[in-house]
């Protein structure tokens, strides 16, 4: 329990406890734990003086914060024009039916999270599909599906992206 | 690999910045003979495995033991992501595309260590054949003019000193020493520049309106949300230039009156947010950010804030509630943001390019920067050219180019030899303009009259194949999604008219329906508290403007003629093309496909539910859509 309390402490230190920072402050925590803990949110609530509805409310309202454990492997498909034009969709329901897993969702065995975003930016690689970081160009809905098939628990190491000084 | 000058400390004055930058452009003259390796890390560089590339060339320069002076560098995208990854040999230029790793020791022994040029990675023109050995000699580049992607791609995004060399933090100098607040205001609106972000408001009348409004401090934003799907030139400016971004505000913030900063960047663009917390570190340290900075009464700092993921905080009140930790929801713009904007503060937002075209401009000064351009549209314009088009990437064009230029010229036409059917300009927000306005000079005024808009630079050419009313339904369930749920109009009436969006490509289209989505468009353009609602029946008003055909083709004959609409079209087998391996009838889930071992099978149209199986599974590609 005290580690805990620890972790909030320094994430509420970190930006003087000032009440804007909380998005910030919520990116931390999910950095630290992959989503955002219920109990964590009651914590910070009580330290900010602010209500938890509100905290509540900015972690519902934007798209990257999540309240539920996410699987062992990020699976992000670009839903953006290009993406969306050149076939994300039926991308999505292939992935979508094979696995059971909605968008936003994590598969029943917790192999991987799947998240449809509006856009990466990478359209000269449409459609795109992000595993863990590492980006796949012009995928169709058997490659998606043989991608994600080759993830296996607990062996992949996640690819470093990151520029390189 | 690339050289640090040992021990720079913090630039107190313009003339120590001048004797640094004399230094750092000696050094670089000195090694003139020395080549340099310039491999692109941009995303879509990097996704085909660049970083591995740069790696590879920085092991074969140690392992080589030679005496030459050899750089290796990793930059900031070149804008022709299509060809990626490309790897550029300096001094000479020669320009190398679709690289692999295999590729990198026959580059460095034949190119960089003896001068060869490897015919077979130089680009190739599919029109001419011609090879091109440098950026300067491919179409692609000839007839873009790069101001602000100007040192992309050739300097190094997280060394200050690349900047430094480039003349990068002279406009702040002279700026600081050289002019008064008023007089950059007075540059600027020489310049005649317009905000890039979407809106194209006067730069100048903004920072006028918020240096003389009362109340302290004073906030200066960059918008770096940029949330229009296919849209990523703010991506690659703050990826691969973060200095010019930082700068631009600098500036601002000395004309505004701010000491305060802040740059608000999507969340999906990690390596943009490395890289500027990278450039605030180094310009910190360097005493270009901080107090008193090069010497002068002036103070300024800046803060990155990573955006939530929500669209609607591209809109400049959502997005200062984001920075405030609350959920983003734009409020009535009766009182101006210059007034009370952040914190209720007087606060100038403006989107990452516009402030990289700050320095330029104070640099060269307003009257170069608006012999560029058309009478209302000065200076030039970062697009993202995607979709059909043969070239896709990065491209920044004089204003009052033609859109058919842009998309044949630069772009190479359209993919696959299919014909051009729209081009989408604008983002969601924006609309689709047909064939017979391509001659249009792109400007913000011209693009308006279309019922289209400039927007952030998305710039997405549509072929033959694209149905028009499904691009209308993706835009409008975009904005659906992303809506913030405020205000009454955006919320329902985006949701009406998704409702009869859908049921159009299902094929239940009533007759009355194309009224009834005008009528939502008008009230909910008359009615939505933001841009977002204002704009969001762009997509469905223009498509009807110049598309009405293909709706009443799916409304009253049930067709999609784009053959993209489940259901609204059928599909046969080539009986020339079919080999009767049977693939299609194991598929078919309602046994509508017969024939025998060795004869051409045969869908029957009755019992068919077009559910697209046996054409997804066929490997002769003999089952075609009619």
Redesign the interface.
Known sequence: MKEEDKIISTIVKRYDA???????ML?DLQEEYGYLPEEHLRRLSKKLSIPLT?IY??AT?????RLAPKGEHDVTLC????C??KGAPQILEAICDEYKVEPGGTTQDKLFSLQA??????????P?MIVDEK???GVS?KSALEIINGLSSGKEEPVE????? | MSKKASGIKVIDSPEKLERLRKKLVKQQKTSAESKSVSVCIGTACAAKGSRKLYDLFCEAVKESGVDIEINTKSVGCHGFCECGPIVVIHPEGIFYQRVEEPDVEEIFRETVLKDNIIERLLYKDPVTGVTAKTAEEIAFYKSQYRIVLAENGIIDPINIEDYITAGGYLALAKALTEMQPEEIIDEVEHAGLRGRGGGGFSTARKWRSCRSARGTPKYVICNGDEGDPGAFMDRSLMEGNPHSVLEGMIIGGYAIGSSHGYIYVRNEYPLAVKHLTLAIEQARKLGFLGKNILGSSFSFDIRINRGGGAFVCGESTALMASLEGRTGEPRAKYVHTVEQGLYEKPTNLNNAETWANIPPIIDKGGEWFSSIGTEGSKGTKIFSLVGNVQNTGLVEIPMGMTLREMIYTIGGGIKNGKKFKAVQTGGPSGGCIPEQYLDTPVDFDELTKLGSMMGSGGMIVMDEDTCMVNVAKYFLEFLKKESCGKCTPCREGLAQMLDILERITRGEGKKDDLQKLEDLANLLSGTALCALGKTAANPVLSTIRYFRDEYEAHIHEQRCPAKVCKGLFAYIIDSELCKACGICKKACPADAISGEKKVPHVIDPEKCTKCGNCFAKCPFNAVIKV
């Open positions: 000032d009440t804007g920072m909380l998005i910030p990116q509100r409310g900015v309202f934007y798209a990257s914060f839903m953006g024009t290009v969306y034009l975003v509006n856009c990466v930016g990478a359209c000269a690689l449409a795109v980006y796949y160009d809905p992206e990151g520029a390189k000084s």
